[in-house]
């Protein structure tokens, strides 16, 4: 059973940066992607980020230039460094992991969020 926890979240005034991380209770190389979601309140969760088993990461447009994803193989853990926070990135921000099972056919795991609140 995979567990993921996500950690770092907080208040932080606009403009400044956090960094969160995602521990995951087995190798995250046997996952095919680690990424990064965010849940703002009232909308739909929305893809943030994402790194492969490779180290390749892709990014949201709307965040592509301020956020960073990285992983660590060592300590089964993804990171997303957020920098020049604005308002809009205030959300619950979720750790997700995907493991193929078969062409086309994949199995999502998910963390249980960690809140950032960015401030004016």
Do not use: H
Not at 5 to 22: D, H, I, P
């Amino acid at each position: 059973q995979v567990q993921l926890v996500e950690s770092g979240g907080g208040l932080v005034q606009a403009g400044g940066s956090l960094r969160l991380s995602c521990a995951a209770s087995v190798s995250i190389l046997s996952m095919d992607t680690m990424g990064w979601y965010r849940q703002q309140p009232d909308k739909q969760r929305e893809y943030v980020a994402v790194i492969s088993r490779g180290g390749v990461a892709n990014y949201a447009s709307s965040v592509k230039g301020r956020f960073t994803i990285s992983r660590d193989n060592a300590k089964n853990s993804v990171y997303l460094q957020m920098n020049s926070l604005n308002l809009e990135d205030t959300a619950v921000y979720y750790c997700n992991a995907v493991s193929r099972l078969s062409l086309g056919r994949f199995t999502d795991y998910w963390g249980q969020g960690t809140q950032v609140t960015v401030s004016s």
